[in-house]
């Protein structure tokens, strides 16, 4: 049997209201079970235009037109805006998700603050704002949260540390083929990571000449083969401008034979322990979390 699982990130404020939703409407519509990890503290999203200096970021920022994507008024948010708190704002949203009947988890409490410096974070200062998301979460849904997924794939030993006394019963902040027990140097780790082999769409969009069909051909040739694949969209892209494409992905997963199964059945299998290094991905800029052996390497372009 060939399966994908489905991995929503929700980034932003203006994702969360506008995007989850008629997300979460495409996948009932394939019967598609689904994943959403959610942002649950500040939107600072204005703090990482600081990223559009980076060597090598402003062309991908342009071809993928950032600005229309994500809307300006969220590109000052925590600059010369305030950062609205996502999870106070749009509680009512998230709880909608769960009710009808998918899997939520935490994304982040600060997607901003997470991305550009859980590596230098100390371990308390990435435990508490690991709790500040768990905390948030548990306000809106009455129950802990079970799973994780860290913004930009940025994990180290003090994020695998705060899941593991958490008690999570998975993170997916990786990106490889098949689930594992993560270690890093001689520390292992006891939350599975379940990691994503699929390219996202953002990161097909931003290598030049790619059209949407030539991508979803891509994502479907790849979801074909062996192995426990997981796409991750996002609800700022997914669900807004390219809701039309993800529908139409998920109906070619349907016409391949290719059954979309819940993220969490990554966990049926028994898991080997591998190495979680940092590596790079096509189309993404900087470094990310990555399986270290197996079939991933480079995704080719
Ligand atoms: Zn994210």
Known sequence: MRTV???IDVDTDRGTRDGVLPLANICRRHHAPATF????????????????????FFSKVARTHVAGNYGWKTLLYGTL?????????????????????????????????????VHSM?????????????????DIFGVPARCAAAPGWQA??????AYDTLGLDYASDTRGLGPFLPKIGTATFRTPQIPTDLPTLDERLGLPGRTL?????????????PGFHV?????????????????????????????????????????????????????????????????????PA
């Not at 990554?266 to 990555?290: F, K």
């Open 5 to 7: 699982a489905l991995k």
């Open 37 to 56: 990890f959610f942002s649950l503290g500040p939107d600072h999203t204005g703090r990482a235009i600081r990223r559009v200096f980076r060597p090598g």
């Open 81 to 117: 805006l305030p950062g609205p708190h996502i999870g106070r704002r749009h509680a009512a949203i998230m709880r909608r998700v769960a009710d009808l009947g998918f899997e939520t988890g935490i994304h982040c409490h600060d997607h901003f603050t997470w991305q550009d410096y």
């Open 122 to 138: 100390s371990p308390d200062q990435v435990r508490h704002q690991l709790d500040l998301a768990a905390s948030t979460y548990h």
């Open 156 to 161: 180290c030993p003090a994020s695998l540390a």
């Open 213 to 225: 069909e030539a991508i979803t051909a891509e994502i479907v040739h790849l979801a074909s083969q």
């Open 231 to 299: 796409l991750t969209a996002h609800a700022e892209l997914e669900g807004l401008r390219y809701a039309p494409w993800f529908d139409t992905l998920l109906r070619a997963f349907n016409q391949a034979g290719i059954e979309i199964v819940p993220l969490h059945d990554g966990l049926s299998t028994e898991l080997p322990t591998v190495n979680l290094i940092q590596g790079e991905v096509e189309g993404r800029s900087g470094q990310v979390a990555v399986r270290a052996i197996g079939t991933f390497t480079r995704i």
